[in-house]
């Protein structure tokens, strides 16, 4: 796959207050750059549930536009408190050190972007009223399958099946690296 090296300077900062928080599972390169691009095409309010020190969120703001806006929570207070430092003169994000589920009630959005702690919090039953409709839900850090049903280590990937066969959703899985696949699921 190729894209430029650079990142955009908003990701770049983060990858600093990254490093110095000694956090290092971020989304990749490549799935920001499909969050940017997915990003620019949104209006309203795009939400990210597991911020982490905020990569996925400067990746949503490189590509987001005039008058919408990123609300994005991170549990844990340390890694919320550093992204909050990037994003701290941004009037179009706001980092909230609080549990995912506090955003449930500031929907609905325009663009979702799911880094659970657990398949359960990603389930589709769980976010489908979050998402307006036509809006959009991003999930990482899936492996490629070839096969269907989605088979992830030795066992179908129940979570992927129920989000690529559900009838609220127009679904797809695409692969943002060779070793790496992320679903798109737009709702109806």
Known sequence: MSAPPDVPPIV????DVSRRAGYVSFCR????????ALAATRQG??????????????WLRSGV????????????EKLAVAA?????DDPQVSVLAADW??????????????DPSSPEDASVDSVADLVEPGGIVVMDDFTPCEVWPPITAGRVDALRESWLTDERFTAVEVMVAPDASALIATRN
Not at 65 to 76: F, P
Not at 84 to 88: A, N, V, W
Not at 101 to 114: C, H, I, M, Q, W
């Open 12 to 15: 770049a900062r983060a990858f």
């Open 29 to 36: 390169n490549e799935t920001g750059r499909l969050l940017a």
């Open 45 to 58: 309010t795009m939400a990210e549930f597991g911020t982490g020190c905020g990569v996925g969120t400067a």
């Open 65 to 76: 536009r005039a008058g919408a806006s990123i609300l994005t929570a991170e549990l844990d």
């Open 84 to 88: 909050q430092e990037i994003f701290e």
């Open 101 to 114: 589920s506090t955003l449930r009630n500031k929907g609905p959005y325009s663009l979702l972007f799911l």
